[in-house]
């Protein structure tokens, strides 16, 4: 048990060293080390000379909150249209899903059938391309296009949502090296590096 304080202690000690610097606290939270920064200089300067730096922690703060709300929406949209075509691919084609990859959903909705499929792979001769019969991989829209079309749009917009969550992380990282350089430039002009 007391090997387990100690251990407490020590992880406490070091987030709190971590935690003090304004970068560090940027990095965690873009906005966080501006608002740091704010706190620390508002104690030695006038309020007017340092307020800019107050509303760009609000600012960087709002744009991490649309940031995720925006991540994690796209990721439940996607999953949702994922969840739809699949069930509508099974219901209307007879796809089993299992074990079954994206590019085989796309097939599922570029092509009317399992046999059509094969035989387009076989005659560009892309043979390595090709589905084995018996195995699980056969659909057939029943020559009902619309059906197919509309699968297609679902698994189209569930791949699109899922290209806005790449995007979302992407921002993410963007803006915590936008507020780490932004605390950087608020310390140096401040005369604090």
């Known amino acids: 048990m007391k090997k387990y304080f100690n251990y407490t202690i020590i992880?406490?000690?070091?987030?709190?060293?971590?935690?003090?610097?304004?970068s560090i606290r940027s990095l965690v939270l873009p906005g966080w080390g501006e608002r740091n920064e704010f706190n620390i200089l508002s104690q030695n300067s006038d309020f007017k000379d340092i307020a800019y730096i107050q509303k760009r922690s609000q600012a960087l703060m709002l744009t991490e909150t649309v940031i995720w709300i925006s991540l994690l929406s796209?990721?439940?949209?996607s999953d949702s249209y994922r969840t739809d075509y699949r069930s509508f691919g099974q219901d209307k084609a007879g796809v089993a899903w299992s074990g079954k990859t994206?590019?085989?959903?796309?097939?599922?909705?570029?092509?009317?059938?399992?046999e059509e499929y094969n035989d387009y792979k076989l005659l560009t001769s892309q043979l390595n391309d090709t589905y084995p019969e018996g195995e699980g991989y056969e659909w057939n829209w029943k020559d009902n296009n619309s059906n197919r079309l509309r699968y297609d749009k679902l698994r189209n917009k569930s791949e699109q949502l899922d290209k806005v969550k790449t995007y979302m992380i992407a921002s993410l990282l963007i803006n915590r090296i936008i507020s780490t350089f932004d605390v950087i430039n608020i310390k140096r002009n401040h005369g604090r590096l």
């Open 74 to 77: 796209s990721q439940q949209l």
């Open 102 to 114: 994206d590019l085989y959903a796309a097939n599922v909705g570029n092509y009317d059938n399992f």
């Open 11 to 22: 992880y406490f000690i070091l987030f709190s060293f971590l935690f003090s610097s304004s």
